[in-house]
């Protein structure tokens, strides 16, 4: 039998969902009125240039992530793969063109929002993907507007100078096409200023994270998704730092009274991957429930960028969009993953192995073979999907980890 689920919620969730919700009305404000213009950006693309010249910027996956856990996702899929798009391909591209072509958003319910504001440009960066860019592609030919991107490399190890001075230079030659959109020009003095926002953001998103290194964790992965949209779609701006300020202070304060985001915290796991949209509350519990609090995860961490610099912006933030794990080579990853265990105390280790994105999957190489035998820490893998729920099994997901868990408790 299977405890009592006990999850403490957290109440700054309010005031994040609060800024969520002004920056999507914001957004749907400027795209009837045309009063901004509006830039498209990829997750980890270079918000910070389109913020500078005085874009409002939309993120496309916050979006398709939002279709993934309102489970929209998975029955809009088909749709995208009727005008050609593979459902093996990313399933946020799927599920968003897929909505985009039925004429439904998950705006609508919470903020009354009818459809996505239009793009007035879209801005790409490959280090994640290739998928982004065709994702792009398609809104740029609908929107009729001009798509611009960032060729990043992949499978970095160590990321030097030459690196980053290739990125840095492609981020300049990005200028001069936006300011043809903006109709004004480049301001490097607002520039410094918003990377300077961006890099407090991502200090305070850090702090946010690292006070899941308490035992107990004062909040959990499965919060971390739904707390870090100012992460995303806010650096660069002040509201982001504020509404953050206020997160941390809770977290702080449970740390101080010892206050656990899972009551009775036995074990502490580490996510690897994606998140399941459709899944993060069922996943919650069933951790929960077995007193396992999955606190930390390279997902979350993914919007952590510490060498922006204000006083050398674009080589900074060349170097900061190169660095990120998703960028690097297999032996990057693992050293990484490996702090991580150390600075989180973990016990186990989950990999969610997401049928649709290979570039967020680090199951299907031999990583979790090699990090288990370096460093003893055992490892269970989910087969599952970000969005598209026909790619997983629920009973067979429950009954692995049960499985994972006792496993862990016979090692204590
Ligand atoms: S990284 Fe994965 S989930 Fe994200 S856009 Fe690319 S393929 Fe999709």
Redesign the pocket.
Same mark, same amino acid.
């Given at each position: 039998m299977t405890e009592k689920v006990v999850r403490k919620k957290i109440a700054a969730a309010r005031d994040i969902g609060q800024f969520m919700a002004d920056y999507y009305l914001e957004l749907d404000q400027a795209s009837k009125t045309g009063e901004h213009k509006i830039a498209w950006c990829t997750s980890v693309g270079p918000a910070e240039i389109l913020r500078a010249m005085g874009f409002l910027v939309y993120f496309p996956?916050t979006h398709s992530a939002m279709l993934g856990s309102t489970r929209m996702a998975t029955d809009l899929i088909r749709h995208a793969n009727a005008l050609g798009y593979s459902p093996e391909i990313?399933s946020? &591209?799927t599920a968003d063109i897929g909505a985009y072509v039925q004429g439904v958003t998950p705006l609508t319910k919470p903020f009354g929002i009818e459809r996505v504001p239009r793009a007035d440009v879209l801005m790409y960066n490959t280090n994640?993907?290739r998928?982004?860019q065709d994702w792009f592609a398609w809104y740029a030919r609908e929107f009729d507007a001009p798509l611009l991107g960032v060729h990043t490399h992949r499978g970095v190890g160590e990321v030097t100078d030459d690196h980053v001075l290739s990125i840095a230079r492609q981020m300049e030659e990005l200028v001069e096409p936006l300011e043809q959109v903006a109709g004004r020009p480049f301001d490097m003095d607002e520039f410094k200023e918003v990377v300077a926002l961006s890099r407090a953001c991502s200090d305070i998103w850090k702090e946010v994270l690292d006070t899941a290194a308490a035992a107990p964790s004062p909040v959990t992965f499965f919060d971390g998704t739904t707390l870090m949209g100012p992460a995303v779609v806010g650096r660069g701006t002040q509201e982001a730092l504020d509404v953050f300020e206020v997160l941390l202070a809770e977290l702080k304060e449970r740390v101080e009274n010892h206050e656990g985001a899972v009551a009775g915290e036995r074990f502490r796991i580490y996510w690897e991957g994606?998140p399941v949209w459709g899944r993060l509350r069922a996943h919650s519990e069933l951790f929960a429930s077995r007193g396992a609090c999955v606190l930390a995860s390279t997902y979350c961490n993914s919007w952590i960028f510490s060498a922006l610099d204000p006083a050398d912006p674009f080589t900074s933030m060349a170097r900061a969009y190169t660095e990120l794990f998703?960028v690097r080579s297999d032996e990057a990853k693992e050293a990484y993953i490996e702090r991580m265990l150390d600075f989180f105390q973990i016990d186990g280790i989950i990999y969610h192995n997401a049928r649709t994105?290979p @570039? @967020?999957s680090n199951s299907r190489y031999g990583m979790p073979q090699r990090l288990t035998e370096k460093t003893g820490v055992p490892s269970l893998i989910i087969d599952g999907d &970000?969005n598209d729920l026909r790619c997983l099994s629920d009973e067979q997901t429950q009954t692995n980890v049960e499985a994972f868990m006792e496993q862990l408790e016979e090692n204590r």
């Open positions: 996956e990313c946020y &591209l994640q993907c998928d982004v994606m998703i994105c @570039n @967020n &970000l």
